[in-house]
C-alpha cells in the first residue's frame, strides 16, 4: 500500500489535474528488485529545462525530499533518503523511537512495582479473613461475674437475716396498728457497718490471673517531642548504690537515645528534678528496655544485640544477640516505633519478647539469665505481634494489650509458658491519652506501669483465676 500512498502524495505536491497524462510501470530493476515508475505531465512547462538552470527544478528536489521523508516514515525507514531533508526527518525517528522504548521500559518497571504491591495487600487481606474466619468461630466470650469477696459474702447474708427478721415483725410487732390506715412514725436502729473496699487491689502477695487492672494514675508529662513516647521504670530487686525507691527514665524518641535519667523517688520525678544522669556508651533502640538487679537491659540500635548495663560501674557488663530475632521494624507491636524486642521482668526473672522469621510475625517469648543473657527457654504463641499494642509478663505468664489508642481497650491473649497454653480474655484496659508505647509489670510494686502519649502512668493490678 506504501506506492499507492507516494503516488497520491506525487500527485498533491505537482498539482495534477484530472485531464492531465499520467502513466505508472511496475517492472524488476537491474538488482532483481521490483521497482515501481510513475510519469506526470508537467501543467505549466512545454519542456524541461537544463539541469541546474531552473528555481522549479530545486523545489522539485525538496518536494521530492519531502515525499521521500514520508515514505520512509510510513514504511518503517527502509528507504534511505537522497536529500538532506530526508535525513533529518529519519534521525528524528529513530530518536523519537528510542524514547518511547525508554519509556516503555520505564513503565513495564513501575507496573512490576504495583504488582508486587497489590500480591502483597492481598495477602495481608487473606491473612485477615482468616483471622476473621477464625474469630467468627469461637464462642462469644462473656465477662466473668466478679470474684465476691468472703467478708462481703457474710456482710450480704447479715443483710438478708436483718430484713427477714424486719419483715416477721410487721406481723407480730404489736405497735403497729393496722387497722389505723394513717400516718405512723417507725423508728429504727441503724448500725454502721463498714463495706469491703472493691476499687484497691486484692491479696498483693502470690502469683495468679490477671483479673483486674485499674485506671492509671498519672505521675508525670514529659517535656518536648522527645518525649512523645519513652521508657520508665523502678528495679523490684535494686542493689547498691540505688534504692528500690529510684525512678528511671529515658526519652526514646530520636536516633540517639542515650541519656538514662534518675530519681530518687516518685515526688522527685513528678517535679521534674533528677539527681542521676548516665550516658550509655551505645544507643538504644526503641522503648523495650527494663531494669533489674542492678542493671539496665536493651537492644542496641539497628541490631538484634542485647545489653546489659551495669549502673554500679556505669559500663556494659554482657552483650549477646537474640537468635534470629526481628528487629528494626521487620516484627514490630502495632504501634510500630521499631518495637520488635520487649524486654520485660516478673517473679521469674528477665524475658524477652519478640518474633522471626521461622514464626512467621508471631510472638515468641525467651526467658534471659540475667548474667549473661543466654536463652534458658523458649516459646512459640498463637497470635501476630503485629496484631496487639504491648505486651508483658505476671508470674511466667504473658499478656497482650490490644490497642494502643482506644481509649477503652482490653486486655485480650493470655500465654502461660508453665503450661505451654494460650487463650483469648477480655479485661479492660485504659488508654486515657490515646498513644500508649509501653506497658511493662513490677513485681515488687504490683503494678504497670505505662508511657502514654507524654504521660508516665501506673495501674493497680488484681490477680485471682480466670473462670
Given at each position: 500500500m506504501w506506492f499507492l500512498a507516494v503516488l497520491w502524495a506525487s500527485c498533491l505536491l505537482m498539482g495534477t489535474h484530472a485531464q492531465s497524462s499520467t502513466s505508472f510501470r511496475r517492472a524488476n530493476a537491474g538488482n532483481g528488485r521490483?521497482?515501481?515508475t510513475f510519469t506526470v505531465d508537467s501543467p505549466t512547462e512545454a519542456s524541461c529545462p537544463?539541469?541546474?538552470?531552473?528555481?522549479e527544478m530545486e523545489a522539485l528536489k525538496s518536494r521530492l525530499g519531502v515525499l521521500e521523508a514520508l515514505v520512509a516514515r510510513l514504511i518503517g525507514g527502509d528507504v534511505l533518503s537522497v536529500s538532506s531533508q530526508g535525513s533529518g526527518s529519519q534521525s528524528g525517528l529513530q530518536d523519537s523511537y528510542k524514547q518511547v522504548m525508554g519509556e516503555n521500559a520505564q513503565l513495564q518497571r513501575e507496573k512490576q512495582r504495583l504488582d508486587r504491591q497489590v500480591q502483597n495487600l492481598q495477602q495481608?487481606?487473606?491473612?485477615l479473613r482468616q483471622e476473621a474466619e477464625s474469630l467468627r468461630s469461637r464462642p462469644c466470650m462473656q465477662q466473668p461475674p466478679?470474684?465476691?469477696?468472703?467478708?462481703?459474702?457474710?456482710?450480704?447474708?447479715?443483710q438478708i437475716v436483718f430484713w427477714q427478721r424486719f419483715a416477721t415483725t410487721l406481723y407480730i410487732y404489736p405497735a403497729w396498728h393496722y387497722e389505723n390506715p394513717g400516718y405512723q412514725e417507725l423508728t429504727a436502729v441503724v448500725t454502721?457497718?463498714?463495706?469491703p473496699n472493691l476499687e484497691g487491689p486484692a491479696d498483693i502477695s502470690g502469683c495468679g490471673d490477671l483479673v483486674w487492672v485499674q485506671e492509671p494514675e498519672v505521675h508525670r508529662k514529659a517535656d518536648g517531642i522527645a518525649g512523645k513516647y519513652g521508657v520508665w521504670m523502678?528495679?523490684?530487686e535494686a542493689t547498691e548504690p540505688y534504692a528500690s525507691e529510684m525512678v528511671w527514665r529515658i526519652d526514646a524518641v530520636g536516633s540517639e537515645v542515650r541519656q538514662l535519667f534518675g530519681y530518687e523517688n516518685m515526688d522527685q520525678l513528678s517535679q521534674g528534678f533528677p539527681t542521676k544522669v548516665l550516658l550509655l556508651p551505645e544507643s538504644m533502640e526503641s522503648t523495650g528496655a527494663t531494669m533489674y538487679r542492678g542493671s539496665f537491659y536493651y537492644q542496641r540500635r539497628l541490631s538484634r544485640t542485647l545489653?546489659?548495663?551495669?549502673l554500679l560501674s556505669e559500663s556494659i557488663a554482657a552483650r549477646r544477640d537474640l537468635p534470629h530475632a526481628g528487629f528494626h521494624g521487620q516484627f514490630p507491636y502495632s504501634w510500630g516505633g521499631y518495637t520488635d524486642i520487649d524486654l520485660a521482668v516478673d517473679e521469674n526473672g528477665l524475658w524477652a519478647i519478640y518474633s522471626t522469621d521461622k514464626a512467621k510475625g508471631a510472638i515468641m517469648i525467651s526467658q534471659l539469665d540475667p548474667d549473661n543473657l543466654e536463652v534458658k527457654g523458649t516459646w512459640e504463641t498463637k497470635i501476630r505481634k503485629s496484631s496487639v499494642a504491648n505486651a508483658f509478663m505476671i508470674c511466667g505468664k504473658m499478656y497482650t494489650v490490644a490497642s494502643y489508642t482506644s481509649p477503652n481497650t482490653t486486655i485480650n491473649y493470655m500465654y502461660d509458658t508453665a503450661t505451654s497454653q494460650g487463650k483469648t480474655i477480655s479485661v479492660p484496659f485504659k488508654n486515657r491519652f490515646r498513644y500508649n508505647s509501653m506497658v511493662d509489670f513490677?513485681?515488687?510494686?504490683?503494678?504497670?506501669?505505662?508511657w502514654d502519649n507524654y504521660y508516665m502512668v501506673t495501674y493497680n493490678v488484681r490477680l485471682g483465676k480466670q473462670e
Open positions: 521490483c521497482q515501481y537544463s539541469p541546474g538552470s531552473s528555481p495481608r487481606m487473606e491473612e466478679p470474684r465476691v469477696p468472703n467478708k462481703q459474702l457474710r456482710f450480704i447474708s447479715h454502721e457497718v463498714s463495706a523502678q528495679d523490684p545489653l546489659r548495663y551495669d513490677n513485681p515488687a510494686q504490683r503494678k504497670l506501669y505505662a
